[in-house]
C-alpha cells in the first residue's frame, strides 16, 4: 500500500479542522446531560442547574431523575447504576428527598466522593425543600463550589468565579422575588399546596401555610383530615390552591369545590419543567408568578 503525503494547502486545512475540532470538544462534552456519562451526577434537575452554573465547561453535569419527574416518587432505572459507577462526584439533597439514591450509591467507584448539600443547614421539621429559599440555594452553590475545587483543584479560580457570580444572581433574584411578593395584602399571603414543600418559602418570603391536601408523600388524606383542611382553608379564606406539576389535581378540586377556592396548577416544585421554569432562577420565578397572580 502505498504512502498518504498530505502537502501545502492540505496540511493547512487539516490544521484548521484541527483546531475547530478541539475548541468544539470541550463544550460538546460538557453540556447539561439527561442520560449517558457524567463527570458530576446530581440526583436532581435543580442540582445539576446550579452544579452547571459553577462548573462551566470544565465538567460534563447530569441528573438521575429527568425534567418533570417527581423526585420524592423517582424509581431508578437500571442505567441510572452505570451512571453511578461512571461519576467522578455525586451531589445529593438529602433529607430523604433522594433516599432512593443509596443503594444506587453501592455501585460509585470507591472513593467517589458524596456531597449531601442539605448536611450542616438549619431545617424546618427535616423537610428537604431548601431551595425554596435562595439564602439557602447559595449555601447549595457553596458546598457545590468546594466539592468541586477538591475534585478538579487547577479548576479552582473558574468554580470560584462562576459561583460568586451566580451567588450574586441569586441575591438579586432573592430582592426581585420579595418586591412581586409585596404586592400581595399581607393578609393575603396563605398558601394551600398538595403537600409539605413550601416551609421554607413560606419562611423566606411571608406566607403563611394553611395546609396541604397531602399530609405524606404518596399517601390520600383520611375523610378526617380532609374535611379539616377544607375548615381552615374556609376560615381562612383562602382564594386559591396550589396543585403541583405532575400532581393529579383531583384533591385540589376536592377542596375547591367545598371552599369556592380556584385550583392553580403545574406549580414547579422539586425538578425544572420546560421554559421558563427549565433553570433554577426560572423555576423560582415560575412559582413566585403563579402564586402573586393567584393571591393578589
Known amino acids: 500500500m502505498r504512502p498518504i503525503l498530505v502537502m501545502g494547502d492540505d496540511v493547512n486545512r487539516l490544521a484548521n479542522l484541527l483546531l475547530v475540532l478541539l475548541a468544539a470538544a470541550p463544550v460538546a462534552g460538557c453540556a447539561l446531560v ?19 452554573q459553577v462548573a462551566g465547561d470544565r465538567m460534563s453535569v447530569g441528573s438521575i431523575v ?39 450509591l453501592r455501585n460509585a467507584k470507591d472513593g467517589t466522593p458524596v456531597v449531601v448539600v442539605t448536611d450542616g443547614l438549619p431545617d424546618i421539621d427535616g423537610n428537604p425543600h431548601m431551595w425554596f429559599d435562595p439564602t439557602l440555594a447559595r449555601k447549595y452553590v457553596d458546598k457545590i463550589r468546594d466539592a468541586l475545587i477538591a475534585l478538579d483543584p487547577a479548576g479552582r479560580e473558574v468554580y470560584t468565579a462562576s459561583a460568586l457570580r451566580y451567588s450574586q444572581e441569586l ?8 418586591a412581586r411578593v409585596v404586592t400581595i395584602p399581607a393578609g393575603g399571603r396563605r ?54 406539576a405532575g400532581v393529579s389535581p383531583q384533591l385540589a378540586e376536592t377542596i375547591a369545590k367545598e371552599t369556592g377556592a380556584k ?13 421558563p421554569a ?8 415560575v412559582v413566585v408568578d403563579k402564586i402573586v397572580a393567584a393571591l393578589k
Request: charged share 25%; aromatic share 8%; no cysteine.
Open 171 to 178: 441575591v438579586a433574584l432573592d430582592a426581585e422575588l420579595k
Open 66 to 104: 429527568p425534567a418533570s419527574a417527581h423526585v420524592e416518587e423517582y424509581e431508578p432505572r437500571p442505567d441510572d447504576a452505570k451512571r453511578m459507577s461512571e461519576a467522578r462526584l455525586v451531589i445529593t439533597n438529602g433529607l430523604d428527598l433522594d433516599k432512593w439514591v443509596e443503594p444506587l
Open 191 to 244: 398558601l394551600v399546596t398538595s403537600h409539605d414543600a413550601f416551609p421554607y418559602f413560606a419562611k423566606a418570603f411571608g406566607f403563611e401555610i394553611v395546609g396541604f391536601a397531602q399530609p405524606e408523600p404518596d399517601k390520600m388524606p383520611s375523610a378526617g383530615e380532609l374535611a379539616d383542611l377544607i375548615d381552615k382553608v374556609k376560615a381562612a379564606n383562602v382564594p386559591a390552591i396550589f396543585s403541583e
Open 278 to 285: 427549565d433553570s433554577y432562577l426560572g423555576l423560582m420565578r
Open 263 to 275: 385550583v392553580i396548577t403545574d406549580l414547579p416544585t422539586d425538578s425544572l419543567l420546560d421554559k
Open 34 to 52: 439527561a442520560g449517558g456519562s457524567a463527570q458530576v451526577l446530581t440526583t436532581t434537575t435543580i442540582l445539576a442547574d446550579m452544579t452547571k
